[in-house]
């Protein structure tokens, strides 16, 4: 589904991706695990096309992503939850949700109905306003408004980052459920070892710019062996 060649990216002068190859097939779970300033959200920012190329080439089913704005790479297919929720504060969860929903191929009000059954605890904050919730509430909604744009392919960013352990447990298993009932494909950005390896079939280690390694689940949830094999925990 996507085909990452050679990838090179960074904020001005300063190279940050220094040439990331990687592939993720339909209905995979793709982790990438770093230490923070190793690129993972940049990568991120880049697929989306927040971020200009300065090297290598990016595919999506076919699509040659050079130059094409982040609009239309959510037009064929892809969602984006970055890193900090970016929510809007002053809008309800509805209205929130109601922004999702300027993807959606279906009615809106039939696309919202769908995700909240997903999502219960939404259904009972609907009229709060997105910044009154607290960080997994946040989270939750940040997740649930992208799937109301009906992506195939979802880039998820460091998702876990100041969240409460319950609400990751639930985060688990809604993904987990999501990705079979929804036939969802995800890159997922993490630092948190349980998340990462529960949700992922395979671990890609980024470090300095660069996928150095691909390691299973159970690798990458033992610290031990992480520090053995590459160096990082």
Known sequence: MLNVTDLRSGYGRIPILAGITLSVSAGEFVGILGHNGMGKSTLLRTLMGYLPMTGGEITFEGTNLRGLSPTARARLGIGYVPQGREI???????????????????DETKTIKSILADFPRLERLLDRPGGALSGGEQQLLALARCLCGGPKFILLDEPTEGIQPSIIEEMIETLQKLGQQRSLTILLVEQNLNFITSLSQRVLILQKGMIIREVPPNVAKDRAMMEEYVGMV
């Open 88 to 106: 809007f504060p002053s809008l309800s969860v509805y209205e929130n949700l109601r922004m999702g929903c300027l993807m959606a191929k279906e």
